[in-house]
Nanobody
Framework: QVQLVESGGGLVQAGGSLRLSCAAS??????MGWFRQPPGKEREFVGG????????TYADSVKGRFTISRDNAKNTAYLQMNSLKPEETAVYYC??????????????????WGQGTKVTVSS
């Protein structure tokens, strides 16, 4: 059974940091990534990482502050978030796809989704 389980969400003050983890099971995924959905808004792409970890892509809004990494031995992906802003309060979702050499940036590009973990950034 394919499963993505996020952890690490919580409450943090503006300017602080959080590290989210995504434990995958059931399959070996090619591309993995993160989306987020702020309250009352649509889901938006945060970033993605290829299987080898050498290729990553990020939304412009998080470049230089967020870092995605993965440990294939543990089948786990991570999202390190620094300098968090109140407007980044959202449910963060881990995503994964089995195929593809190009990291997708749309929701349609990912077949598997975690249940989400809530991140609240207080001002």
């Amino acid at each position: 059974q394919v499963q993505l389980v996020e952890s690490g969400g919580g409450l943090v003050q503006a300017g602080g940091s959080l590290r989210l983890s995504c434990a995958a099971s059931g399959r070996t995924f090619s591309n993995m990534g993160w989306f987020r959905q702020p309250p009352g808004k649509e889901r938006e792409f945060v970033g993605g990482i290829a299987y080898n970890g050498a290729s990553t892509t990020y939304a412009d809004s998080v470049k230089g502050r967020f870092t995605i990494s993965r440990d294939n031995a543990k089948n786990t992906a991570y999202l390190q978030m620094n300098s968090l802003k109140p407007e980044e309060t959202a449910v963060y979702y881990c995503v994964a796809t089995l195929r593809g050499r190009v990291i997708p940036t749309t929701t349609e590009g990912y077949q598997y989704w975690g249940q989400g973990t809530k991140v609240t950034v207080s001002s």
